[in-house]
């Protein structure tokens, strides 16, 4: 009996072993990569990864929209705001014609 029970408890301890691995390896890629959204900064310290922007209110990094490499020629008058830099733009096309470069939506 004991002899049938020795390599059940060896898998069982692989097994767990490997999943103790996999959640250490994911626990360091999330904190080192910069996909932890809950980092937070604020206009001294802006040290959010790429692809994310810092909304000061929230005091926390977003993720970023990009402008098209291409402006539009001119801008509809609809208000969806958006923010970049702390500055608020009444939407998308007004903040890319300024030069903006990523924005977040929703006020500032």
């Known amino acids: 009996m004991l002899k049938k029970l020795i390599p059940f408890v060896k898998k069982v301890l692989i097994s767990v072993m490997i999943i103790a691995i996999l959640f250490v390896t994911f626990t360091i890629f999330y ?26 209110n929230e005091k926390k990094c977003v993720a970023a929209e990009k402008c098209p490499e291409k402006n539009a020629d ?25 030069g903006v470069k990523n924005y977040y939506k929703g006020g500032c």
């Not at 932890?36 to 909304?55: G, T, Y």
């Not at 509809?76 to 939407?91: A, R």
């Open 31 to 56: 904190y080192n990569n910069g996909i932890n959204l809950k980092k937070s900064c604020s206009i001294e310290k802006n040290v959010c990864p790429n692809e994310f922007i810092c909304n000061f």
């Open 74 to 98: 001119f801008c509809i008058t609809l208000y969806d705001p958006v923010c970049s830099n702390g500055k608020e733009y009444s939407n998308s096309c007004f903040a890319c014609k300024e």
